[in-house]
């Protein structure tokens, strides 16, 4: 009974999303995408964050990793191969998940944060002094990957409306796929790590390998955020890779509720149109930015989405 | 003597002497940890703090030192009213919400710098006693100031280690690193400890900024970018260590001035890749506590 | 008599300058209960954790079936069949008592991408493994279940590990004397299909359940051998049993 329930408000959600992509103008349209992109980008660090219990202040490394991958695929005047520049995005930011994951992974708690936001920024750094990266300006890409095969182009990327709804679609896609991950027996031993990694050790289990696998994953999904992000409007730059941006995403899995997959989204939502509200009220707009995320973290320790527990997927 | 081997021996001054400067930061960032169990990651902008505050009053009074000396008290004051109001909440907090509040606060703090100062780029001469530099060769000569700045860090680290060692505040610092229940049991106050803890590593990061002024200007940002190689400075050293902080300091201080110099191409990396070798051989650090 | 399935020899622990475990010789025999006592920091629980590889020893060797084990894992040593159960209950507090020992009996498993539900046969030995111990398969966060509740847990979850080697820490600590009875009556019917490895401080249950007692004291083995002959031991009695614990 309570299945069908969750499972009838997350089908209305997705036919509102629809619905909204026939109505909506222009300008809500890209605001909406590139909210979608960062649910996406959520949900994955909710996968380490909410299910693992691995805060990582350094998510950002793989989303930029995307966003540069597409760039150094995408010809100066033609378009990228959507089919091939997607997984390429996905594997390269999955690679760098791998590498520093082996070395991240064996530090434990605080070592864990100061660790990944140091990683994090040795991209940033990378990525601001080269020269043949563009620098602290950044690069373009130029012409929006193709989806063409065959002499048939199933969606124009170009176009706002159909930009949005592939990117709802792989929004969709993944979280159905991390609710199934969470549901599966390697996601339960995720979710045992978080709870207490030291007892599922003495049960047997190779914590370190499930965390790894976690991380790539979470890895991947991130870089998917930022092949996105590149493809809406181009710009790819340092920033990217910056601290500033995980800490964003880090707050949008706090702010809509850890642990749930549909907090992100939330949390998403939530602090975007937060962000455009103080950026269209002052040029400061950090400033009630930084004060609206201390008093969110001191008065809401759970995040909004605890009010809606009934609809949680979480563990039982 | 050869003017290369001289140049040689000027970078190991200069990479002596960021490090000593990066050690007063890292060693609060440490201490607070390490006592307090906080992870705050607004401690580089009480570097920055520092600085403009000391910017700020040296452009109204003239005296560097007279600046240093007002600025200092109010460093101090604005920590203990943070520690009060947004970090004494958290003690008991996952480090996932100590994270977010203190990056919030990076946001507030450094747009507060936008608004006070601007954004514009920054500089304090070096007062006339300290501004003249010691002939080495005929090309090569070495800045005065550079050496008094390394003479104080040295100093400051020296006291650190009296108190440390051989003071019942050292003491309860010790006890405190090992056992936050065991030091309340030998009735220290806890509370009190704490906010010692948290006013000196406040005090230790701004009077870097303050110092460093002169030769490395204030500049937004820099309260983070400080903040990001402490925290490598904290990760390679380990966790809660001082003697760790001090020598991994020194090494990325030389990593550094060296990598700039003689590799600038790969220059910034040296520091990151020198944690990723530590973090493969020791993840916890150089002297850091296995968990 | 059977061959050893789990053996320590000579097996020591420092942590600095303190000893907790002195060059500590012991055997494990399937279907025997060996039980070990001792006063508080005599390193029973040290020991415990030196055989179940969540510490590494500083000197000695461990073989289970033969084999070298010093210094493996406890991940590796766990997947072995060697399984312990905490004195301060150590159980999974988000989930309730049926996910907790079905997560025990997923260890044997391998954990692929497969549903967790579609895996019957593990809730089927978590089912089964509460009704031995007794527990009822609610609902509620581990959190919210009374503490005997939560000993009666641990050592399912411990069960539902399928070992070869039980390693009970105090099982029965806290207990009430009903519950006690139950627990004592389940430990003497494991050793059918089990070695069990038994520290505890309740006399009574050892004596009614220990083919072989030892006793340490101090970190080191003061005595060991079968129930009688230890209790009658002169220094045992001094060291120990004297002091009214019997």
């Not at chain 2, 990151?272 to 993840?283: G, H, S, T």
């Not at chain 3, 009374?146 to 207990?175: C, F, N, W, Y």
């Amino acid at each position: 009974m309570r299945i069908s329930i969750e499972l009838a408000v997350l089908l209305a959600v997705l036919a509102g999303l629809i619905a909204f992509a026939f109505g909506a103008e222009r300008f809500y349209l890209q605001l909406f995408s590139k909210i979608m992109i960062l649910a996406i980008f959520a949900m994955s660090l909710d996968l380490l964050v909410g299910y693992t219990g691995l805060v990582s202040f350094g998510h950002a490394a793989f989303y930029g990793l995307g966003a540069y991958t597409l760039w150094a695929l995408s010809p100066e005047t033609a378009a990228a191969s959507f089919y091939l520049s997607l997984p390429a995005s996905m594997a390269v930011a999955a690679v760098a998940a791998l590498a520093i994951g082996l070395l991240v992974l064996r530090s434990s708690g605080v070592y864990f944060i100061m660790v990944t936001l140091a990683f994090s920024q040795m991209f940033f750094y990378f990525a601001q002094r080269s020269k043949s990266l563009g620098g602290s300006d950044g690069v373009y890409v130029n012409v929006r990957p193709d989806p063409t095969v065959l002499g048939f182009t199933p969606f124009n990327l170009g176009r706002p409306q159909q930009f949005y709804l592939v990117v709802l679609a792989l929004m969709v896609l993944t979280y159905v796929l991390l609710r199934y991950v969470n549901a599966s027996l390697f996601g339960r031993v995720l979710v045992g790590i978080k709870s207490n990694e030291a007892r599922m050790r003495s049960l047997g289990f190779a914590t370190y390998r499930y965390k790894l696998a976690a991380f790539v994953l979470a890895g991947a999904l991130a870089g998917l955020a930022g092949y996105l992000d590149a493809a809406q409007f181009g710009f790819v730059n340092p920033g990217l890779f910056g601290w500033q941006l995980s800490g964003e995403v880090l707050m949008m899995v706090i702010l809509g509720g850890m642990g749930t997959l549909h907090g992100p989204i939330l949390g998403a939502f939530a602090l975007v149109l937060i962000q455009d509200l103080f950026s269209d009220a002052t040029k400061h707009w950090l400033l009630p930015m930084g004060i609206f995320i201390i008093l969110a973290v001191l008065a809401l320790p759970h995040g909004i989405a605890p009010w809606l527990k009934r609809f949680s997927p979480r563990a039982d | 003597m050869p003017d290369s081997v001289v140049f040689f021996f000027i970078q190991v001054l200069n990479g002596v002497q960021y490090g000593l400067l990066l050690f007063l930061v890292a060693s609060g960032l440490t201490l607070v940890f390490g006592i307090m169990g906080i992870i705050n990651l607004a401690h580089g902008s009480f570097y920055m703090i520092g600085a403009y505050l000391t910017y700020a009053l040296t452009e109204a009074t003239g005296q560097l030192w007279l600046a240093i000396l007002l600025a200092l008290p109010i460093a101090i004051v604005l920590g203990l009213a943070l520690e009060t109001i947004l970090i004494r909440p958290l003690y008991r907090r996952d480090h996932l919400y100590q994270v977010l509040l203190t990056y919030g606060l990076i946001l507030a703090l450094e747009e507060c710098r936008s608004l006070l100062f601007g954004d514009d780029v920054h500089g304090v001469a070096v007062p006339a006693i300290f501004d003249y530099s010691i002939p080495l060769t005929g090309a090569l000569s070495y800045p005065v100031y550079r050496l008094v700045l390394s003479g104080v860090c040295l100093a400051l680290a020296g006291a650190m280690w009296l108190v440390v060692q051989k003071t019942r505040l050292g003491m309860a610092i010790r006890a405190g690193y090992s056992n936050r229940e065991m030091a309340a049991s030998l009735g220290i106050d806890i509370g009190m400890l704490y906010r010692l803890v948290f006013a000196a590593g406040v005090a230790l990061a701004a009077f870097a900024g303050m110092i460093a002024v002169p030769i490395a200007s204030v500049f937004p940002g820099m309260g983070n970018q400080i903040l990001i190689v402490s925290f490598v400075v904290v990760v390679i050293g380990g966790i809660g260590s001082i003697k760790g902080a001090f020598v991994s300091s020194l090494l990325i201080g030389l990593a550094d001035t060296f990598g700039q110099v003689y590799a600038p191409a790969i220059a910034g990396m040296s520091v990151y890749v020198l944690m990723a070798a530590v973090l493969l051989w020791r993840p916890e650090g150089l002297f850091g506590r296995r968990a | 008599m059977a061959e050893a399935i789990l053996a320590a020899r000579g097996l020591s622990r420092r942590f600095g300058g303190l000893t907790a475990v002195r060059d500590v010789t012991l055997d494990l025999r399937p279907g025997e209960i060996h039980a070990v006592i001792g006063p508080n920091g005599a390193g029973k629980t040290t020991l415990v954790n030196l055989l179940s590889g969540e510490l590494a020893p500083s000197a000695g060797s461990i073989l289970f079936e033969g084999h070298e084990i010093a210094g493996m894992s406890a991940p590796a040593i766990a997947q072995r069949g060697i399984a312990r159960s905490y004195q301060r209950v150590n159980v999974f507090p988000d989930f309730s008592a049926f996910e907790n020992c079905r997560l025990a009996a997923q260890s044997r498993v391998t954990s692929s991408l497969r549903l967790a539900r579609s895996r019957r046969d593990l809730a089927e030995k978590a089912r089964e493994m509460l009704g031995l111990v007794g527990l009822e398969d609610t609902r509620r966060p581990a959190s919210a279940m009374s503490h005997g509740e939560r000993r009666q847990l641990e050592i399912a979850m411990t069960l539902a590990m399928s070992p070869k080697v039980l390693l009970l820490d105090e099982p029965l600590a806290g207990m009430g004397i009903e519950e006690s009875r139950r627990m004592t009556d389940l430990i003497r019917g494991l050793a059918a299909n089990h070695a069990v490895l038994l520290v505890e401080h309740d006399m009574d249950a050892v004596f009614s359940v220990a083919q072989i007692l030892t006793v340490m004291v101090d970190g080191a083995v003061l005595a060991s051998g079968d129930p009688e002959s230890v209790r009658r031991n002169r220094a045992v009695q001094d060291a120990y049993l004297g002091a009214g614990n019997a």
